[in-house]
């Protein structure tokens, strides 16, 4: 009896672990494929579910992994408690990670560092809207099947309506923060934020000697 329970607890473990690895790995897929979606729909092209993931293979390992590297970085820094603010400051930072590998077809690393520039200035802005889209998609989930818990429904419809909700909100998210990155991106344009300047003691900027560039 001990063995049968035990087995049961180490498979229920191992579920929970795969179901805590898959689920990342699918979201960031299927914001991938929305994504490419968006982008030729501006682009005035049609593009079908075929044509999105050949777009997305194209480049699987940066949309994909910059997307788990930021969830994972994120989470991180939240786990140490005295860095969550540090959490929330780069949550919405690299937000946009995808969409400039998507996009703009940066490297790796430069995703992060055009996903941080593009927020620059404007920060508490795009958090107004990327934490909204954050809290729907972790929490709509969670919530509704504690609801349902308080209904006759057997559990394991209530895991399978609560994960469909999930699975919904993917687009809708991904397709917000999309349009969220688009508006940032033409405001960059028209309205670019000045890059801070920190000056070395002693050093003097470079001009015409009144303070003005030359």
């Known amino acids: 009896m001990w063995a049968v329970t035990g087995d049961t607890g180490i498979n229920l473990a191992w579920a929970d672990m795969l179901e805590q690895f898959v689920r990342p790995v699918a979201q960031a897929l299927v914001a991938a494929v929305v994504i ?7 682009r005035s092209r049609r593009a079908g579910f075929r044509q999105a993931l050949h777009g997305v293979r194209e480049r699987f390992w940066r949309v994909v992994f910059a997307q788990l590297l ?34 703009t077809d940066k490297s790796f690393r430069e995703s992060f560092r ?51 909700v999930f699975a919904l909100l993917i687009p809708f998210v ?32 470079v001009g015409d000697g009144l303070g003005s560039p030359a």
Do not use: H
């Open 36 to 42: 490419v979606v968006a982008r030729e729909a501006l």
């Open 70 to 103: 930021a969830t994972f970085g994120v989470l991180v820094l939240a786990l140490t408690v005295i860095g969550l603010p540090f959490a929330l400051w780069k949550l919405v930072g690299w937000s946009f990670v995808q969409q400039e590998v998507m996009f």
């Open 114 to 164: 055009a996903s941080s520039e593009l927020v620059r200035g404007r920060w508490f802005r795009t958090a107004r809207v990327v934490l909204v889209f954050y809290v729907i998609s972790v929490a709509a989930g969670p919530m509704l099947t504690f609801a349902l818990i308080f209904t006759s429904l057997p559990l394991i419809w209530i895991n399978v309506i609560g994960s469909l």
């Open 174 to 205: 991904a397709m917000g923060e999309t349009f969220l990155y688009l508006d940032l991106s033409v405001r960059e344009e028209e309205e670019p934020v000045p890059r801070r300047q920190f000056w070395r003691r002693g050093a003097k900027p």
